[in-house]
């Protein structure tokens, strides 16, 4: 397989994969794309070689950036702003993660504490309240837990991992 081949097939694979994570597939072959590249790329570029529109480029440039997966930079000699992706993969994973506990973990977690204050003495309400009460326990244990992922360092957690798994 050459260069162009496996680049292509990297960006397919990375928009595939990313949507079982619940990042969009264009947005993952943006970023995929800005992964590989070694030098910023304009929103042109990006629509150029993803074949897609200024209003996708743009949009997925956009949530990028929101994320903190990507950065803008100033290049000389280009017209307008340029993108460039996180390189180093661990902080991008923890980014990843930190975006996803805010945007999913810590909501859940809100209403999970407000449905454990309903009252009632049915068995029914008694049952209602043990299974909220058990699915809140687990939801702080893993906010604790990708806490840990996102404020540790990589070697700290690869040295719990292999503890884990052996």
């Given at each position: 397989m050459d260069y162009q081949e496996g680049k292509q097939r990297f960006i397919e694979v990375w928009g595939k994969m990313a949507s079982c994570w619940g990042i969009p597939p264009a947005?993952?072959?943006?970023h995929a794309l800005l992964l590989i590249s070694p030098e910023p790329l304009t929103a042109e570029e990006i629509k150029q070689q993803l074949d897609i529109s200024v209003g996708s480029a743009n949009i997925n440039?956009?949530?990028?950036?929101?994320?903190?997966?990507i950065s803008k930079k100033s290049?000389?000699?280009?017209?307008g702003d340029c993108f460039e992706a996180e390189k180093d993969i661990w902080t991008?994973?923890?980014?990843?993660?930190?975006?996803?506990?805010?945007?999913?973990?810590?909501?859940?977690?809100a209403e999970l504490e407000a449905f454990s204050q309903i009252q009632g003495d049915s068995a029914e309400a008694k049952c209602f309240h043990h299974v909220v009460s058990e699915m809140c326990k687990f939801s702080h244990r893993a906010d604790k837990f990708l806490t840990f992922l996102i404020t540790e360092e990589h070697l700290q957690v690869l040295h719990l991992l292999s503890r884990v798994v052996g």
């Open positions: 947005m993952a072959r943006v440039l956009r949530k990028l950036l929101s994320w903190g997966l290049v000389p000699g280009k017209r991008m994973i923890q980014k990843i993660i930190a975006y996803r506990k805010k945007k999913e973990l810590e909501p859940v977690i």
